[in-house]
């Protein structure tokens, strides 16, 4: 992936510091606690800890793209926990803001990427197959950063034909580059870097600027859901 100069460097903040509780990461929050309730355990490990929440989210909650709104409380964690999809920043911010509340530090990375495999109605919609930005999160696991990518439920990776994406808590765990039988499905372009807190006018700027046909398609309240 090409990195993006100026856009928040992962030494920008300490480990610390992501492991406290925004507007977006709203932890304390009711429904939050009980989304990570199970995993408040001593006797599990944060790897452990953190693979479950992983499940639950990636599983928990359908991968939907077409789902998107500008405003400031849409991407908000206790709001998209309490809806039954998301895309992949929803969902990412959701992982966050539960890894968070368990004490785990964790942070919103942010790519630009390609989908090979069923893009007949992203192309339509959007006049192209690339992702962007696209959602993933780093969490901080054994004295090291490590990539956790939540998006794509089991249930649409069975009906894709692509294998759902594991994490170990060890190994970086991106996008699938080819599917069961072979052929490309993710392709990554662009690494726009991590970010301490959701970077909402990066966010609407970055997706008006790839996706020309994008205001036709947004209603008065700035919402487009397809």
């Not at 709001?79 to 895309?87: T, V």
């Not at 390609?114 to 109605?121: F, P």
Request: net charge negative; charged share 30%.
């Amino acid at each position: 992936m090409k990195s993006i100069d100026g856009i928040d460097p992962e030494t920008k903040f300490s480990v610390k510091e992501n492991t406290n509780s925004t507007y977006f990461f709203d932890y304390e929050h009711p429904v939050i606690q009980e989304m990570i309730q199970q995993f408040k355990n001593d006797t599990l490990s944060n790897d452990e800890k953190a693979i479950g929440l992983y499940l639950k989210i990636r599983d928990g909650w359908r991968y939907n793209p077409y789902d998107i709104v500008f405003r400031k409380d849409a991407l908000k964690a206790s709001n998209i926990a309490q809806k039954k999809h998301g895309h992949c920043i929803d969902k990412s911010v959701l992982y966050i803001a539960g890894l968070r509340g368990l004490g785990i530090p964790a942070k919103l990375h942010l790519a630009k990427v390609k989908n090979h495999i069923a893009v007949e109605r992203l192309t339509e919609k959007f006049g192209t197959n690339e992702l962007t930005p696209h959602g993933m999160v780093d969490v901080f696991l054994n004295d090291r950063w490590v990539k956790a990518t939540p998006a794509f439920n089991k249930e649409l990776c069975r009906l894709t034909g692509v294998e759902p994406l594991e994490f170990d808590g060890k190994n970086d765990s991106i996008f699938q580059a080819f599917s069961s039988e072979g052929q490309e499905f993710m392709e990554y372009l662009e690494d726009y870097g991590s970010f301490g807190d959701v970077p909402l006018e990066f966010i609407e700027s970055n997706m008006r600027e790839n996706y020309p046909k994008l205001d036709s398609l947004l209603n008065e309240y700035g919402e487009l859901k397809l």
